[in-house]
T-cell receptor, first 112, second 111 residues
């Protein structure tokens, strides 16, 4: 079935460092791809999405490009801040277009 | 104030007890979902509903039950058959554009 694989954390970076969190997917068809962020003790918030190949989603300095040839949707940010410390989830839509399959999440800690 | 509310924030269950988690939304979304989150396992789908009076089992429905009598509400009951209920439970909604929006969650603990 459709699935998402994320790099395992935790990832620890110094403030202003460059961030990459890898995400690859397995799917039949052409799913939409998402990144969600979860701050401690809270629900998930949509960070960005892309609905077709070569689309780039972006928000709050984060970017991810839907790469069909490598089945990837890696999350990047040029300069992280302490406030970016959270757990990041990659997800894809299933064939129904309603349900989402989530990766296991990658914890990010940014130190001053 | 639009959004998704979940209550209570913390819930304690005794052995053999059924407990119900509330999820209410005023986003006018048709679809609603319940997920369970355990450390290191990401989110797993329990039940979802695409329309009032209809719902489907997700990947881990055993020991749980739901109802969808109103568009705004999708309560989840954790029954005594669920032997390991301690987890963080998240409710979500979506419109037809696939994006899901999440509530703040309920943490269930067993006494």
């Amino acid at each position: 079935g459709d699935s998402v694989t994320q790099m395992e954390g935790p990832v620890t970076l110094s403030e202003e460092a460059f961030l990459t969190i890898n995400c690859t997917y397995t799917a039949t068809g052409y799913p939409s791809l998402f990144w969600y962020v979860q701050y401690p003790g809270e629900g998930l918030q949509l960070l960005l999405k892309a609905t077709k190949a070569d689309d780039k989603g972006s928000n709050k300095g984060f970017e991810a490009t839907y790469r069909k040839e490598t089945t990837s949707f890696h999350l990047e940010k040029g300069s992280v801040q302490v406030s970016d410390s959270a757990v990041y989830f990659c997800a894809l839509s299933d064939l129904s277009g309603y349900a989402l399959n989530f990766g296991k999440g990658t914890s990010l800690l940014v130190t001053p | 104030d639009g959004g998704i509310t979940q209550s209570p924030k913390y819930l304690f269950r005794k052995e053999g007890q059924n407990v119900t988690l509330s999820c209410e939304q005023n986003l006018n979304h048709d679809a609603m979902y319940w997920y369970r989150q355990d450390p290191g396992q990401g989110l797993r789908l329990i039940y979802y509903s695409q329309i009032v009076n209809d719902f489907q089992k997700g990947d881990i429905a055993e020991g749980y039950s739901v109802s969808r009598e109103k568009k705004e509400s999708f309560p989840l009951t954790v029954t005594s058959a669920q032997k390991n209920p301690t987890a963080f439970y998240l409710c979500a909604t979506s419109d037809t554009a696939e994006t899901q929006y999440f509530g703040p969650g309920t943490r269930l603990l067993v006494l």
